[in-house]
């Protein structure tokens, strides 16, 4: 069974920030933004803008690895929180996510990670953290 899921807003935040929380991804982040602590905001050259922009979208494209990485080993802390988005993201309710097949689960978390809002999300807030 195949899911469609919509595209992320505004309102997903809260939703996405509770997992984070709970999954303790801090470090993981710490260290992905220290890996480029020379990159600085918008300057006069658009060469250079690029290249900070560029350097922010990887930033966000290996925190949303890391993020899967880290929800797939500690699924069961955040089982609740990740059925009830996924829920909400395909217009299911928990009962229908819980009961989907090994495959289909990993699937759709994977589906939900590869999502670009998602990575989008995490580069504004690496963009935000330079």
Excluded at 67 to 91: G, P
Aim: net charge neutral.
């Amino acid at each position: 069974m195949r899911m469609e899921m919509r595209e992320l807003k505004g309102e997903d935040l809260f939703s996405l920030l509770s997992i984070i929380g709970k999954l303790d991804v801090k470090d993981e982040f710490v260290k992905i933004f220290e890996k480029n602590p020379t990159a600085s905001a918008q300057t006069d050259d658009p060469k250079l803008n690029k290249q900070v922009e560029k350097e922010a979208q990887k930033r966000g494209m290996e925190m949303a690895a890391s993020m899967l990485q880290k929800t797939l080993l500690n699924l069961k802390n955040v089982k609740s929180d990740i059925n009830e988005l996924l829920a909400e993201l395909t217009k299911t309710g928990v009962s229908d996510i819980s009961a989907l097949g090994l495959k289909e689960y990993t699937t759709l978390i994977i589906q939900f990670f590869k999502k670009p809002e998602l990575s989008d999300f995490f580069s504004s807030i690496a963009s935000l953290l330079n």
